[in-house]
T-cell receptor, first 113, second 113 residues
Framework: GENVEQHPSTLSVQEGDSAVIKCTYS??????FPWYKQELGKRPQLIID?????GEKKDQRIAVTLNKTAKHFSLHITETQPEDSAVYFC????????????FGTGTLLAVQP | DGGITQSPKYLFRKEGQNVTLSCEQN?????MYWYRQDPGQGLRLIYY???????QKGDIAEGYSVSREKKESFPLTVTSAQKNPTAFYLC????????????FGPGTRLTVT
């Protein structure tokens, strides 16, 4: 069935370094790819998203890249700060009428000061 | 943190009891979703509704039921048939059924003993 794989499950970086989280999806009809940040005990919040007609999108220190051929998309965070520490989830929307989101299993990012 | 609310924040029940989790939104969103979050498993879709008086099963609907009698409300009932109900439950809503940002509620942590 539809599946989104996310790696790594945990990531520890030094403050100021870059962090990269990668996801792959199985449904070639997927057309929308959001990234959510969830702080401990809080609700997930959208930080950036990309649609299938775009290869890259950037918002300040955050960028997302999409490779439709390989069915890969990645989140890049530059100049990491301690407040970036959280769990990050990727997701892919299934094609067709339902447009359900299938989520990856999450990456716990720890930024060490 | 207005927009989409869930109550209560914490809920405790004895095994064998049905329990209903509340989800309300004042964003005038058509689509609403229920997810279950377990450690290391990301968010899994239980039920979703694209319009009033209509809803569809998600990937893990067994042991759950929903209703959508009003646009603003999408309550989830966890029945005694759900084998492992202890989890963090998140409700979300979206403007339309097509791709776009899902807004999450603060979640309800259900513990069944």
């Amino acid at each position: 069935g539809e599946n989104v794989e996310q790696h790594p499950s945990t990531l520890s970086v030094q403050e100021g370094d870059s962090a990269v989280i990668k996801c792959t999806y199985s449904d070639s009809a997927s057309n929308y790819f959001p990234w959510y940040k969830q702080e401990l005990g809080k609700r997930p919040q959208l930080i950036i998203d990309i649609r299938s007609n775009v290869g890259e999108k950037k918002d300040q220190r955050i960028a997302v890249t999409l490779n439709k051929t390989a069915k890969h998309f990645s989140l890049h965070i530059t100049e990491t700060q301690p407040e970036d520490s959280a769990v990050y989830f990727c997701a892919a929307s299934m094609g067709g009428a339902t447009n359900k989101l299938i989520f990856g299993t999450g990456t716990l990012l720890a930024v060490q000061p | 943190d207005g927009g989409i609310t869930q109550s209560p924040k914490y809920l405790f029940r004895k095994e064998g009891q049905n329990v209903t989790l509340s989800c309300e939104q004042n964003l005038n969103h058509d689509a609403m979703y229920w997810y279950r979050q377990d450690p290391g498993q990301g968010l899994r879709l239980i039920y979703y509704s694209q319009i009033v008086n209509d809803f569809q099963k998600g990937d893990i609907a067994e042991g759950y039921s929903v209703s959508r009698e009003k646009k603003e409300s999408f309550p989830l009932t966890v029945t005694s048939a759900q084998k492992n109900p202890t989890a963090f439950y998140l409700c979300a809503s979206k403007v339309g059924w097509q791709g776009g940002e899902q807004y999450f509620g603060p979640g309800t942590r259900l513990t069944v003993t």
